[in-house]
């Protein structure tokens, strides 16, 4: 099961292996980084989410 990269909480997977959350991709970056759907909440834009990954 996949953690959240900004919290550690495990993501939930959905049907279909759909995950609970979002992945977020960084620019020049071939890693993706899988976020939970409250930290997508909590972080609403990609430049957020990214500035509390890296
Ligand atoms: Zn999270």
Same mark, same amino acid.
């Given at each position: 099961?996949?953690?959240?990269?900004?919290?550690?909480?495990? =993501?939930?997977?959905?049907? !279909?292996? %759909?995950? &609970?959350?979002?992945?977020?991709?960084?620019?020049?970056? &071939? %890693?993706?980084?899988?976020?939970?759907?409250?930290?997508?909440?909590?972080?609403?834009?990609?430049?957020? !989410?990214?500035? %509390? =990954?890296?």
């Amino acid at each position: 099961m996949p953690k959240c990269t900004i919290c550690s909480n495990k =993501i939930e997977e959905l049907f !279909l292996e %759909k995950l &609970n959350g979002t992945i977020v991709k960084k620019p020049n970056s &071939n %890693k993706h980084y899988p976020v939970c759907f409250d930290c997508q909440k909590k972080f609403r834009t990609k430049e957020e !989410l990214l500035s %509390k =990954i890296s």
